[in-house]
Every structure is written in structure tokens, then in C-alpha cells.
T-cell receptor, first 116, second 111 residues
Framework: EAGVVQSPRYKIIEKKQPVAFWCNPISGHNTLYWYRQNLGQGPELLIRYENEEAVDDSQLPKDRFSAERLKGVDSTLKIQPAELGDSAVYLC??????????????FGAGTRLSVL | SQQGEEDPQALSIQEGENATMNCSYKTSINNLQWYRQNSGRGLVHLILIRSNEREKHSGRLRVTLDTSKKSSSLLITASRAADTASYFCATDAGGSEKLVFGKGTKLTVNP
């Protein structure tokens, strides 16, 4: 079974430019998460989807960040315009099931963003 | 904000030794998990312990949970160079479906 797939793995852009990240979760996983991980820190949740509905986007900076999960499968996360402070690793994760098993998340390898 | 705090921030040991990492958290939980992250990779789930459990084993891993102290520990026995990674605890922060991660412990196992 394929794991969570993210692309690109690396992205270098200049500030004020737009950037987009793509995620394909594990087949059958209804719940999808986007995290940001700063250097030396743990991941912090940006947004959580249940199927195509964003059920928790309270930590998403909505002035410049947007996300979508059309058809409840793949998802994209966009930043426009990017700022220097957006440099980080952006991780996608997915999960399935009910109860406590739903808390077990499967992560992609992440996209390392560098904003110059 | 990050709920869990791992201790120590960094740990360096020799192959064959045991490694112990600790995690403290702030709010009540239904379960606590430990994840591993190799350099430049995503996180991998290691073990989940429920709030009504005190200890759990998986291979060379042993996890304890003390809900009265809001703390957990991860013990890796007979460590190997391949165990070199960062280890994170994650809690469900009051029973929500949202995971809150700590800052992690960076473990280096020297051959």
C-alpha cells in the first residue's frame, strides 16, 4: 500500500511569490491534515479535513494561506504571497477509523520550503 | 501552541545502551502517542497508550504513562545506530481529534 505522497519535496522561492503544495493521502483515509514544522520544533496543525470539509482551520493564517480538498481525496495548500517567516517543512498526514485509532496519523515526507 | 514538552532536548548514547525520553503535557488526554522522525523525513507512528493504561510494550520500545503527573516516558532498549532520529510525543489534547506535538528529543546512537 502506498503511503502519503507529497510534492514537491523541496521548493525555493523569493518572498512575495506564490507557492503550492500537493498531497495524496493513503487510499480510503477520510481525514487529512496539513502541518507546518519549523526547525527544531514539532509539527503544528494548520488545517484538518474530514472528507472534503475543513473541520478545523483555526490555525491557518487565512490572509495568505488557503487549502482545498476537492472530491475528498487529494489536497493542495497554497501560500500567496509567501513571506520569509513561511520557511518551514509542510507535512501532510492522513488517518482513518473511529475512536482512538483515528488519532494514529500517517505522514508524508514533507515539502521543505525556503523563502529568500 | 505545543502541549507536550520532551526532555531531554538531545541525547547521545552508544549502541547497545538504553535511551529514555520523557514527555510532559498540560491538559487531560484520552491517549498519548510517540512518533519518530528521521532526518528529512515525515513522522512515523511508534506506539499509542490510552489514558487507562500505565505501560505498553512494542518490540524494543516501552512506554509508560502517569496521568496524575501528566507525564510519559519512552524507553528504547538495546539501541542501534538506526534508532538515530527525533522522537515526539503527541496528545489528543482533551480528547479532541487534533494531535498536539511536543518539540521532540533528538537521539543520536553512536556505533
Amino acid at each position: 500500500e502506498a503511503g502519503v505522497v507529497q510534492s514537491p519535496r523541496y521548493k525555493i522561492i523569493e518572498k512575495k511569490q506564490p507557492v503550492a503544495f500537493w498531497c495524496n493521502p493513503i487510499s480510503g483515509h477520510n481525514t487529512l491534515y496539513w502541518y507546518r514544522q519549523n526547525l527544531g520544533q514539532g509539527p503544528e496543525l494548520l488545517i484538518r479535513y474530514e472528507n472534503e470539509e475543513a473541520v478545523d482551520d483555526s490555525q491557518l493564517p487565512k490572509d495568505r494561506f488557503s487549502a482545498e480538498r476537492l472530491k475528498g481525496v487529494d489536497s493542495t495548500l497554497k501560500i500567496q504571497p509567501a513571506e520569509l517567516g513561511d520557511s518551514a517543512v509542510y507535512l501532510c498526514a492522513s488517518s482513518s477509523g473511529t475512536g482512538f485509532t483515528k488519532n494514529i496519523q500517517y505522514f508524508g515526507a514533507g515539502t521543505r520550503l525556503s523563502v529568500l | 501552541s505545543q502541549q507536550g514538552e520532551e526532555d531531554p532536548q538531545a541525547l547521545s548514547i552508544q549502541e547497545g545502551e538504553n535511551a529514555t525520553m520523557n514527555c510532559s503535557y498540560k491538559t487531560s488526554i484520552n491517549n498519548l502517542q510517540w512518533y519518530r522522525q528521521n532526518s528529512g523525513r515525515g513522522l512515523v507512528h511508534l506506539i499509542l497508550i490510552r489514558s487507562n493504561e500505565r505501560e505498553k510494550h512494542s518490540g524494543r520500545l516501552r512506554v509508560t504513562l502517569d496521568t496524575s503527573k501528566k507525564s510519559s516516558s519512552l524507553l528504547i532498549t538495546a539501541s542501534r545506530a538506526a534508532d538515530t532520529a527525533s522522537y515526539f510525543c503527541a496528545t489528543d489534547a482533551g480528547g479532541s481529534e487534533k494531535l498536539v506535538f511536543g518539540k521532540g528529543t533528538k537521539l543520536t546512537v553512536n556505533p
